[in-house]
């Protein structure tokens, strides 16, 4: 069973960046894919970007393309989301887990479990 802890949120301005960390426990080397998320109060979960096992195949939603960039260090089991010039719309819990595979537009339901992590907060704000 792998486990996923996520960090690096907090708050910051529109414009600004920041750099999401998703370290795995557990049996890494069944990952696979991974896939980061986010959850805006009153919205439905939705996906933001996924990597392939070898992190050779990316795929990011519309709205952060350009501006998100995902990578993944398998030495240190960790999965990273560098999110620049953020916008308002960005905000929300950022939650990382395994994908069954790595396909736009990176669909909640590609993940291979429900049990969902306690996520890092994202707040924009001037």
């Known amino acids: 069973q792998l486990q996923f802890v996520e960090s690096g949120g907090g708050l910051v301005q529109p414009g600004g960046s920041l750099r999401l960390s998703c370290v795995v426990s557990?049996?890494?080397?069944?990952?696979?894919?991974v896939g980061w998320f986010r959850q805006a109060p009153g919205k439905e979960r939705e996906g933001v970007s996924c990597i392939s096992s070898t992190g050779m195949n990316t795929h990011y939603v519309d709205s952060v393309n350009g501006r998100f960039t995902i990578s993944r260090d398998d030495a240190k089991d960790t999965v990273y989301l560098q999110m620049d010039d953020l916008k308002r719309e960005d905000a929300g819990i950022y939650y990382c887990?395994?994908?069954?595979?790595?396909?736009?537009?990176?669909?909640?339901?590609?993940?291979?479990?429900?049990?969902w992590g306690q996520g890092t907060q994202v707040t924009i704000s001037s």
């Open positions: 557990g049996v890494t080397r069944e990952l696979g894919a």
């Open positions: 887990t395994a994908v069954l595979d790595c396909l736009h537009p990176v669909p909640p339901s590609l993940a291979r479990s429900t049990d």
